[in-house]
């Protein structure tokens, strides 16, 4: 077996036994004297901890080396003048002698234990602001909203600018604001997408390199000195239009979105929790009989002993000793070819995690006041440009499985409505004719064919009317998997099929589809060049490992620099949808919401009658949201439930 397996993959073989060879040739132009040790220089060792941010070790150099490592253009030295009022009688005496037009940084301190990323029913404990750096005022928050009110006229003030960091929040706890100018948490995300933290300390920090102390007025004070900083680097950029035109303007509908919520159906839920509590029994039993004994179906230490020793299972030898005994996922489904074990762990877990992240734990969630789900969207949450969402994260909810449309039939419209989903159709396969102008793709779009279909057709040359599910299902695989950049061995396991049968796929499909192969080529091309990738609207995903030595991030960063311009272009389109969509709701005076936005799929609680008007409405905004070299479809479904859609 392992002749067979070596015979196989003869060159990855002689590769890794080329990469595993220290070589002993390489010519060295050193002396024994150069690599003596020597004193470090320090201004450099500050320079390069500086640029990589690593402050611990930066303060462990000294201040001399700080001061001279410090950049040329760094934020100078501005002596800061803080104060906190007594009473809203002075906060509203200093805010009406404020200099009209001038932008003011609002910051609001949330009450002990709240979180700057929660949004709906979050509760503010002071407010600070600031008309110019290195100034800073702070009143604390009263019961009866004084302090709110005596800065509402200047909140609502079209005229002057605003200074935020999290418009999102700063709209959930104040109302519409006007004229809210930069946003130092959107600037931060567009700036460094892939970097997981944008709080606003943070932010400072990689700024500034200044650890903020909490003086009254301070935040507002370093909101006032951080915006034009990165205000002035998105402008760099290039990306000014991504901020003005998209994120900043979906903050506020979001917020409302939030505020809005969605109903759900406890008893629903309940009743599901018992049945799949019973066949979560029921499977473990089975389990139990496959392995030949009892034990903790949840521990992966002992599953492994029952697969890998007393069933002697064996997972494919090119995974590693890393994933020898794992007990993971894509393991347990390459073992269900030797067992039928496996396939039911994999059942087991599917329904025991849907139930304890969602059947049992939405009930918990349910707001005692609204009497509703209220998540929490995140703009920042993503490396691609996509909303997540969180507490609850209702973006996972599968959709193909029976037990996720069970799931969603626990969300219901209020009486007298119903919920309207506007799903886009197949959006990333229409933005990767658009940007590839491959022609048979472009033709199918644009007559409206079954684009699978059409792929069956192109690749296994087999017309509509002789197709077989096989084919449709490996044309689907196919499709999609050009987009992320799936590899014959990752169509292989996809479609349980021959490594070599999926490269011939592949390679037929790029025949039939030439334009796609030359516009992904040239996306490649251009991310190893730039170090960046780039959606339909200008924004940017930093991808450093594209020209990584090592195999595996490269090829990682590969199919990130295929998929990122199709996501993110995809994420950005619903974006500018839903801001549309909203501002015509508020003009034309619907009483319908928008509630809901989950990848592809908005979702709108309306009133019954409401219902033709609405999908008009929605279908206009959301295909009609950008033109592309092919027509944007959109399918519409109605109904009580999140499930029984029309």
Known sequence: RYREALQQQREQVMMSKQLATIATDVPLELDLDSLERRAPDVNALGALYRELGFNSLLRELGAEAVASSAPADAEPVVKAD????????????????????????????????????????????SIEVSSKAGEGRSVWFDEKGEVLNAIASLLADPKRPKIVHDP??????????????????????LLRPTTANHNFADVVMRQFNVMMGGGPG????????????????????QLEDVYKKIDLPLAPVIAEMERAGIRVDPKELGKMSHTMEKEIRRLEKEIWKLAGSEFNVNSP????????????????????????RSTAADILEELSAQHPLPAKIIEYR???????????????????????????FSQTGTATGRLSSSDPNLQNIPIRSEL?????????????????????????????????????????FRNGEDIHARTAQEVFGVGPLAQTAEHRRAA??????????????????????????????????????RGVKEYLDNILAETRKTGVAKTLFGRI??????????????????????????????????????????RRLAEEKFESKMILQVHDELLFEAPTKERAKLEKLVKEEMEGVHKLAVPIVVEIGAGPNWRDLD
Do not use: C
Request: overall charge positive; hydrophobic content about 45%; glycine content about 6%.
């Open 82 to 125: 803080y104060a906190q009022f007594a009473s809203v009688a002075e906060f509203s005496e200093y805010l009406a002698k404020l200099p009209a037009k001038q932008p003011l940084a609002v910051w609001l301190n949330l009450e002990a234990g709240e979180r700057e990323s929660e949004g709906f029913g979050t509760r503010i404990a």
């Open 168 to 189: 999102k929040l700063f709209q959930l706890l104040t109302g519409r604001t006007a004229n809210i100018r930069h946003a130092t948490l959107l600037f931060s995300y």
């Open 218 to 237: 301070e935040r507002a004070d370093y909101l006032q000195r951080l915006a034009p900083a990165l205000h002035a680097q998105v402008q760099e950029q």
């Open 301 to 324: 230490t002992q599953l492994a002993e029952i697969l890998f020793d007393k069933l002697n299972l064996q997972p494919n030898a090119r995974r590693g000793k890393a994933k020898a």
């Open 350 to 376: 599917e329904i025991a995690k849907l139930k304890s992240t969602y059947v049992d734990a939405l009930p918990k969630l349910i707001h005692p006041e609204t009497g509703r789900l209220h998540t929490s």
């Open 404 to 444: 996720g449309r069970e799931i969603r039939a626990a969300f219901v419209a209020g009486k007298g409505k119903l919920l309207l989903s506007a799903d886009y159709s197949q959006i990333e396969l229409r933005i990767m004719a658009h940007f590839s102008k491959d022609p048979v793709l472009v033709e199918a």
């Open 476 to 513: 689907k695989a196919i499709n999609f998997g050009i987009i992320y950049g799936l590899s014959p061995f990752g169509l292989a396991q996809q479609l349980g099929i021959d490594q070599k049968e999926a490269a011939k796929f592949i390679n037929a499909y790029f025949t039939r589809y």
């Open 541 to 582: 995903r930093p991808i450093a490992e594209i020209n990584s030595p090592q195999m595996q991030l490269r090829n990682f960063a590969e199919r990130t620099a295929l998929n990122s311009p199709l996501q993110g272009t995809a994420a950005d389109l619903i974006k500018q949808a839903m801001i549309s969509i909203d």
